[in-house]
């Protein structure tokens, strides 16, 4: 896979292509894109995706906050490993936001030469969305390619969709958003010095400095599995403002204890994967209550891993 920012650096001779946000390649993605890569295969042609980032509902809405499943790299990664053969994440701004469709599909379409273009059946692109499928059809016409939409996909009754994924972190669901991504939620970070505060109480954790532009975990403690360099180990971790020491945090801290590991990781980068949710976070009177029910945390998540 090739993952480009810069529509100029692409030249192909023909290309099946697919457009939308993927953010968190979640089940529903996972549909599209495998029947995509499987068509455009057995054509001897290449799989294109065209994402976009930032996310264009921010930017149209002149804002910033934690917000993505999957920062541009990881998600080129994913779709990667599901078989594409070209990403191209598209730098969306304001002046993007108000192309004609018609200039976007005639650029996309120079560099591209798809074939086939896959769209969602709610999907619309440039200004005043007037780029549907219906109208991206006509322009088919024009520019040679047929249009493939793509019905909704849904799961238990649920319609699949990024930011339904988004609520189920926020809300601390986290088992039903693996169902939904198809995978545990992970994030990664480097590991930073803290206050050491943890060793302290006989439990030494590792701080994350993670992408503020991540999604929102609900403050608790978790369940996880902790790879750093090269080496994968269950983790309880906490993702909170710690009340009980009364700190005045600005954001929720990202802080996970390695089971059965010693030794400084300051500088590494760690990938935590979130596998259950143990409890919420709590304020404790004593020092020693919060030590005695982080014990009781580690003995839970070593059966919940073990499992």
């Not at 080129?76 to 304001?94: H, K, S, W």
């Not at 189920?168 to 990664?188: C, H, M, S």
Request: one cysteine or more; charged letters at 25%; hydrophobic letters at 35%.
């Amino acid at each position: 896979m090739q993952h480009f920012s810069d529509l100029q650096n692409i030249s192909l001779e023909g290309s099946l292509v697919t457009i939308g946000s993927f953010d968190g390649v979640h089940i529903g993605h996972m549909q599209i894109i495998r029947a995509l890569v499987n068509q455009a295969h057995q054509a001897d042609l290449p799989a294109v995706v065209v994402t976009f980032h930032p996310h264009p509902q921010l930017v149209l809405k002149d804002e910033s906050r934690p917000y993505y499943l999957t920062m541009p790299e990881k998600r080129a990664q994913l779709l990667g490993e599901l078989g594409i053969d070209f990403v191209l994440t598209y730098p969306f701004t304001a002046e993007t936001s108000q192309m004609n469709p018609e200039d976007f599909i005639s650029r996309l379409h120079k560099h591209l030469k798809f074939s086939e273009l896959w769209v969602g059946y709610d999907f619309a692109l440039g200004k005043d969305r007037r780029g549907t499928p219906s109208y991206l059809s006509d322009l088919g016409q024009v520019y040679m390619y047929k249009i493939h939409e793509i019905p909704a996909y849904s799961h238990e009754g649920e319609l699949v969709s990024s930011s339904l994924i988004r609520n189920k972190i926020r809300t601390g669901q986290i088992r039903k958003a693996a169902q939904l991504l198809g995978r545990p939620f992970e994030i990664g970070g480097e590991v930073i010095e803290g206050e050491n505060r943890g060793k302290s109480l006989g439990f030494a954790t590792s701080n994350l400095d993670v992408d503020p532009e991540i999604v929102d975990i609900k403050p608790g403690v978790y369940a996880c599995r902790a790879t750093i360099c090269g080496k994968t180990y269950s983790a309880v971790t906490n993702v909170g403002y710690r009340p009980t020491f009364g700190e005045d945090l600005e954001a929720p801290r990202i802080e996970a204890h390695l089971l059965d590991f010693s030794g400084n990781l300051y500088g590494d980068w760690m990938d935590l994967v979130f596998i259950d949710r143990l409890r919420d976070e709590m304020k404790f009177s004593q020092v020693n209550d919060l030590v005695e029910q982080i014990g009781s945390d580690v003995e839970r998540a070593r059966e919940i891993l073990a499992g």
